[in-house]
């Protein structure tokens, strides 16, 4: 099963779709927003996304701090955090069109309906649902009314809940999904993303796509992914983790952005199909396997020993399952060092 995501094809068939996720690392600069699409056009990815909405559409001053000490945000006031990460919509434009430029495709995740509405004025050509947001049955909905598709995450979230959102995007007109395995820690651990869900979720979920969120470090999941059915890979991006910035601890630099694009469609290139025997491409390289060849001059009539037969390369003579039934056998003719043993020899 293929489907278009503007003009990409995506699928199985297809190498995958590489979406760089821009978040907060624009540090409130759109200059620096705009550096890190170029960036991230340079090294290959096929997709920027954004997020849409204000501190004031996800929650109220004063309603939450963040009081787990392992959390990257330890002790940030949520309607804070959220004012500093946030991307402001009159950015959304300036940010989509140099994606655009790029040939890169340019969407974002709605966090409530009017962002949606903003959205559709820009022609975004997909939407992300984010895995906080898949139990929100009306943003579903109004997502899947525009009839575009949907890439949806499924972090912090039961199966029951994944089922759920599922069958409210398809009654709502959603023909087109992409399911992400997400583990939403941040960064995750390679331990907890469980990628042998993929093939799982494949199987619940046979008329969706199914894909990574990714939030660890460096690209081995992202490949590991693929190869066990992945055609989405998304990951948080920056320009540098040192600059700082809400989400640049896990985020990806743009030479680690190259060598997930280059070792993604390896991965995906590598799975082929089911082959056994010869390929063609092997076919020169089956003289290299060994073969029967006299080690020793031979008279007529001597009989080939230990030491006057070998197993060598290359394979031009006799196969070596007949080693232990040639010795003592004689020889037909004379045969110098180095011959490949042949029946006529024999």
Not at 65 to 94: C, F, K, M, V
Not at 132 to 151: C, H, S, Y
Not at 180 to 204: D, G, V, W
Request: charged letters at 20%; one cysteine or more; aromatic letters at 8%.
């Amino acid at each position: 099963m293929n489907f278009s995501i503007g003009s990409r094809l995506i699928g199985p068939d297809q190498p995958p779709l590489i979406i760089a996720e821009l978040s907060g690392n624009h540090n409130q600069d759109l200059n620096r927003g705009l550096a890190i699409v170029d960036a991230m056009a340079a090294a290959g990815a096929h997709a920027i996304k954004l997020q849409t909405y204000t501190a004031d559409t996800m929650t109220l001053p004063g309603a939450y701090r963040i009081d787990d000490p392992n959390s990257l945000w330890y002790g940030r006031e949520l309607h804070e955090l959220y004012q500093e990460a946030h991307t402001p919509w009159e950015w959304h434009r300036p940010l989509f069109e140099r994606a655009r430029q790029h040939g890169m495709l340019a969407f974002s995740s709605p966090f409530d309906e009017t962002a949606v509405d903003f959205l559709e004025t820009l022609d975004v050509p997909a939407y992300k649902i984010a895995s906080f947001e898949n139990t929100d049955w009306p943003l579903l909905r109004k997502v899947a009314a525009t009839g575009k598709p949907v890439i949806m995450s499924t972090g912090a979230s039961q199966l029951s809940e994944v089922a759920e959102a599922v069958q409210i995007l398809r009654e709502a007109g959603c023909r087109d999904l992409v399911l992400l395995k997400c583990t939403s820690t941040y960064p995750a651990t390679p331990q907890n993303t469980n990628l042998r869900t993929l093939p799982h979720f494949q199987q619940l979920f046979p008329d969706s796509l199914v894909g990574l969120s990714d939030h660890t470090m460096g690209v081995g999941a992202a490949v590991a992914a693929v190869a066990l059915g992945a055609c989405v890979v998304e990951k948080h991006v920056t320009l540098r983790r040192a600059d700082g910035g809400v989400d640049s601890a896990f985020s990806l630099e743009p030479e680690e952005v190259a060598l997930l694009v280059t070792e993604t469609e390896r991965a995906w290139q590598a799975l082929g199909q089911v082959q056994y025997g010869v390929q063609r491409a092997e076919e020169k390289s089956r003289l290299y396997k060994r073969s029967l060849y006299v080690a020793q001059d031979v008279k007529a009539g001597e009989v080939f020993t230990k030491e006057n037969l070998r197993v060598v390369r290359p394979g031009d003579g006799l196969p070596p399952r007949y080693y232990d039934q040639l010795l003592g056998k004689p020889a037909r003719q004379n045969l110098r060092a180095g011959t490949a043993l042949t029946w006529e020899a024999l």
